[in-house]
């Protein structure tokens, strides 16, 4: 083989490897709304983007369940293409027995890909009805990263900086391709206390590569008001590190290496030798 041709043909394979790459779909949200609601139907104003470089299909927006009875319709945004925006209204439907305070929910936005294999994200809402107030409890939701199929736990770091104790609802808000174990429970914090509750989270469908944004809410009545809190997570999935995975980088480095040393070689070996001069004869 001509050493060119062995040229050409390394080249080819290591710039096809660096460069071969799969579309994606990459969808973000925004919500904006009226900042204090004084009646019992308000409107949410939501914007679609794709920033990846394949059209998401079938763009759906519902709203996810919520302990606090709000409820509002589902609307269909159609097929979103890459670098583009969609755009929504949403009405939201308030108790009429709802205490005035901060209230926090959230959406599910649905889409399939090319091959109609579907997906989802959620993205999370709050509104002040009646009035604007502020919570005595935060929170802080950790990142994860899931291997293969393992199961792990999510942490929630919940303070409550009030001087009296709390009963707060807490729920945790994921993608469809993500399993929660109890999502949902009741805590009592105590005052001037920091507490931690784990989820339990595993996937369900997420391909590897995935990177899900979660978010956790708290909820509980003081003194005739109502208070919410949301804190938002991260959940990355990856393939499972094999013994041979680990390796990749190291035998991908001696191929290149191997090759390199082949070329040289071969030009080493069809480089002309020189002959020596012959020997002139004095007279």
Do not use: C, W
Not at 179 to 202: D, I, Y
């Amino acid at each position: 083989m001509q050493v060119r041709t062995l040229m050409v043909l390394g080249f080819f394979i290591i710039f096809s490897s660096l460069n071969a790459s799969a579309t994606y779909i990459s969808l973000s949200s925004t919500v904006e709304m009226q900042n204090v609601i004084n009646t019992t139907i308000a409107q949410a104003n939501i914007t679609i983007t794709n920033s990846g470089d394949e059209p998401a299909y079938d763009v759906i927006i519902e709203p996810l369940p919520n302990a606090l009875g709000i409820t509002s319709n589902q609307i269909s945004l159609g097929n979103i293409l890459p670098n583009q925006s969609a755009y929504g209204m949403v009405q939201l439907n308030i108790p009429a027995e709802a205490l005035p305070g901060r209230y926090a929910m959230g959406f599910m936005i649905r889409y399939n890909d090319l091959n109609n294999y579907p997906f989802t994200f959620v993205t999370p809402v709050k509104l002040f009805y009646k009035t604007a107030v502020q919570s005595n409890v935060v929170a802080t939701l950790d990142e994860v990263e899931l291997l293969g199929e393992e199961k792990k736990p999510m942490t929630l770091e919940i303070q409550n900086r009030d001087t009296v104790a709390h009963q707060v609802n807490i729920k945790l808000y994921t993608p469809n391709q993500i399993s929660v174990e109890n999502l949902e429970r009741s805590e009592t914090l105590a005052p001037s206390s920091k507490t931690k509750v784990e989820f339990t989270l595993s996937p369900l469908g997420a391909l590897p590569g995935g990177n899900f944004f979660v978010f956790a809410v708290i909820d509980y009545d003081d003194n005739g008001q109502h208070y919410s809190v949301s804190s938002n997570g991260r959940i990355i999935t990856s393939k499972e590190r094999s013994f041979m995975t680990t390796l990749a980088p190291f035998v991908i480095g001696l191929v290149i290496l191997a090759f390199i040393a082949l070329i040289y070689f071969q030009l080493r070996k069809d480089k002309p030798v020189k002959e020596a001069p012959k020997p002139t004869k004095k007279k």
